[in-house]
T-cell receptor
Framework: GESVGLHLPTLSVQEGDNSIINCAYS??????FIWYKQESGKGPQFIID?????DKRQGQRVTVLLNKTVKHLSLQIAATQPGDSAVYFC???????????FGTGTRLKVLA | NAGVTQTPKFQVLKTGQSMTLQCAQD?????MYWYRQDPGMGLRLIYY???????DKGEVPNGYNVSRLNKREFSLRLESAAPSQTSVYFC??????????FGQGTRLTVV
């Protein structure tokens, strides 16, 4: 695939360890947040979302934390697997605006 | 159920040539979007269509035009391609206040 994200920050974790990917969002009026996973040569895929009336949401092996005070979002991946290697993006939007603002992304490398 | 389908998947253009990127969705979503993705950068919104019959500029609309042909289809046109438009282009769809669903992308090179 193409070299999407040549200069992205990279997080390297050992297989089986937990991963934490962070994101600072820009608009204090945003009320809906999404994490996407993008594998090489593919489009972004939805992982998990959270609305501003929550501060934590859990999925299968993933947890999203939202701190509105400091406009910070994090994605926690438990027991990281080789298939988790990808670029991860956060996105924010505000109800009624139809616009999603994406972060620059973090590359996750899983070491065997 | 194909979701969001983009054509073509790859394209090489010469500077000054024109082309149209096609996007079709079978998800019955009202909103459709065109993004570009450059190395080291996040997705940047070119144009969007909140609903059939409407289109609006995003953050990087210069050099592009769009057409919301019907509820299913949203095309992106480059009238006179420039090397700065070399990028990966993604179409996406959504309903109100839900996640956006993306196509597989069109990899465009302008030489």
């Amino acid at each position: 695939g193409e070299s999407v994200g040549l200069h992205l920050p990279t997080l390297s974790v050992q297989e089986g360890d937990n991963s934490i990917i962070n994101c600072a969002y820009s608009n204090s009026a945003s009320d809906y947040f999404i994490w996407y996973k993008q594998e090489s040569g593919k489009g972004p895929q939805f992982i998990i979302d959270i609305r501003s009336n929550m501060d934590k949401r859990q999925g299968q092996r993933v947890t999203v934390l939202l701190n509105k005070t400091v406009k910070h979002l994090s994605l926690q991946i438990a027991a990281t697997q080789p298939g988790d290697s990808a670029v991860y993006f956060c996105a924010e939007t505000r109800s009624g605006t139809y616009k999603y603002i994406f972060g620059t992304g973090t590359r996750l490398k899983v070491l065997a | 159920n194909a979701g969001v389908t983009q054509t073509p998947k790859f394209q090489v253009l010469k500077t000054g040539q024109s082309m149209t990127l096609q996007c079709a969705q079978d998800m019955n979503h009202n909103s459709m979007y065109w993004y570009r993705q450059d190395p080291g950068m996040g997705l940047r919104l070119i144009y969007y269509s909140a609903s059939e019959g409407t289109t609006d500029k995003g953050e990087v609309p210069n050099g592009y035009n769009v057409s919301r042909l019907n509820k299913r289809e949203f095309s992106l046109r480059l009238e006179s391609a420039a090397p700065s438009q070399t990028s990966v282009y993604f179409c996406a769809t959504s309903t109100a206040n839900t996640e956006a669903f993306f196509g597989q992308g069109t990899r465009l090179t302008v030489v």
